[in-house]
């Protein structure tokens, strides 16, 4: 089980940290994938971390402003974001995954992000 932590409301500018907590499995052997949804829109790939720290990849509107890290004594990956902008507004998921379409994968039930002004 994944579950997401971290979401609010936060100014144009602002930054908030994102926590995704496994239960039940180690994290250690798995890629997280992060992704989005705003209201009305497609569900959006946001980044991916590669079991290594080394290969982590970010969506071109995200990158400079957004890292992943993970922690593998809390079992814990996390997402920072900065300099948060109106349109990063959305449901945020992480997931066993750097593939959306992966059936496998182990999905959180999301926290909300809402930047506005």
């Known amino acids: 089980q994944l579950v997401e932590s971290g979401g609010g409301l936060v100014q144009p500018g602002g930054s908030l940290k994102l926590s995704c907590a496994a239960s039940g499995f180690n994290l250690d052997f798995y890629a997280i994938g992060w992704f989005r949804q705003a209201r009305g829109k497609e569900r959006e790939w946001v980044g991916c971390?590669?079991?290594?720290?080394?290969?982590?990849y970010y969506v071109d509107s995200v990158k400079g402003r957004f890292t992943i890290s993970r922690d593998n004594a809390k079992n814990t990956v996390y997402l920072q974001m900065n300099t948060l902008k109106p349109e990063d507004t959305a449901v945020y998921y992480c997931?066993?995954?750097?593939?959306?379409?992966?059936?496998?994968?182990?999905w959180g039930q999301g926290t909300q992000v809402t930047v506005f002004s």
């Open positions: 971390g590669g079991v290594s720290d080394d290969k982590i």
């Open positions: 997931a066993t995954t750097c593939d959306s379409s992966w059936p496998y994968a182990s």
